[in-house]
T-cell receptor, first 113, second 116 residues
């Protein structure tokens, strides 16, 4: 079945350490790819997106993501995590290009002192 | 510019009661969406609208109805609430797909609904 997978439900990272959140998708063609962040009690905010071109995309708040076609992955990274990055992160895809999103189940990031 | 707003923020219903959730956007967006968010399941699309007077079913439409009488508003209705509809509901909006352009969705703050 076509889907978006975020294999890590929770991740704990020490403040200042690097971060990588995983996302895999199972659609035949390369879909439009997104990462959203949701702070507690808030709506979703777009971090970055990939449509085509350079496979390393930069986003807001110091985040970046790399698209790997061979692995059907779109992993989110940050070189140095801040306590304010603690939130839930969602990977999403638009398989059709008609602006209908399919979300992964999310990864909750905890940042330890 | 308020962006996407949702009313109410919280609501508790009894099984069988009805209610309407209101989403409003002031960005002149054509597309509007209703999602529900459940623990461990991410967000799932309930219904969406590609313009005033139009609606379409998403992934999980059963038990919900929607209306888009005005471009800026998108209403989500529960005619007979069930405990399975306990969830956090998010509204989003976007411009319609442009020529060669893709337009991101902007999300509201959510409505937390509990059905007892």
């Amino acid at each position: 079945a076509q889907s978006v997978t975020q294999p890590d439900i929770h991740i704990t990272v020490s403040e200042g350490a690097s971060l990588e959140l995983r996302c895999n998708y199972s659609y035949g063609a390369t879909p439009y790819l997104f990462w959203y962040v949701q702070s507690p009690g808030q709506g979703l905010q777009l971090l970055l997106k990939y449509f085509s071109g350079d496979t390393l995309v930069q986003g807001i708040k110091g985040f970046e993501a790399e698209f790997k076609r061979s692995q059907s992955s779109f992993n989110l990274r940050k070189p140095s995590v801040h306590w304010s990055d603690a939130a839930e992160y969602f990977c999403a895809v638009d398989p059709s290009g008609f602006q209908k999103l399919v979300f992964g189940t999310g990864t909750r990031l905890l940042v330890s002192p | 510019n308020a962006g996407v707003t949702q009313t109410p923020k919280f609501r508790v219903l009894k099984t069988g009661q009805s209610m309407t959730l209101l989403c409003a956007q002031d960005m002149n967006h054509e597309y509007m969406y209703w999602y529900r968010q459940d623990p461990g399941m991410g967000l799932r699309l309930i219904h969406y609208s590609v313009g005033e007077g139009t609606t379409a079913k998403g992934e999980v439409p059963d038990g919900y109805n929607v209306s888009r009488l005005k471009k800026q508003n998108f209403l989500l209705g529960l005619e007979s609430a069930a405990p399975s509809q306990t969830s956090v509901y998010f509204c989003a909006s976007s411009y319609l797909p442009g020529q060669g352009a893709y337009n991101e969705q902007f999300f509201g703050p959510g409505t937390r609904l509990t059905v007892l």
